[in-house]
């Protein structure tokens, strides 16, 4: 059974950086690209970043790129989620997931982590 255990998410202010952790277990985390998602109020989970299996290249969305960076330690299962310049659209709770879309995951995803940036 997949585990998805996020972690790290507090209130920061505009600018500040935070790093968030995901714990993986109940799969072979070496073998899957891993991504981060988020859910702001009333909006629709989306995904910001992909970390292949392959060559731990990531890919991110726009609105991230340049603020963020996912690392993998495949030794430990878990991935990280530097976040720098940190600004209030990025208030979300944040989820990972062995997966680079939400409808590619089909497992219970973990209960997140809430991150909230004041102005």
């Known amino acids: 059974e997949v585990q998805l255990v996020e972690s790290g998410g507090v209130l920061v202010q505009a600018g500040g950086s935070l790093r968030l952790s995901c714990a993986a277990s109940g799969f072979t985390f070496d073998d899957y690209a891993i991504g981060w998602f988020r859910q702001a109020p009333g909006k629709r989970r989306e995904g910001i970043s992909c970390t292949s299996s392959k060559d731990g290249n990531t890919f991110y969305v726009d609105s991230v790129k340049g603020r963020f960076t996912v690392s993998r330690d495949n030794a430990k299962n878990t991935v990280y989620l530097q976040m720098n310049n940190l600004k209030p659209e990025d208030t979300a709770v944040y989820y990972c997931?062995?997966?680079?879309?939400?409808?590619?995951?089909?497992?219970?995803w973990g209960q997140g982590t809430q991150v909230t940036v004041e102005e």
């Open positions: 997931a062995p997966a680079c879309t939400t409808s590619r995951f089909r497992g219970s």
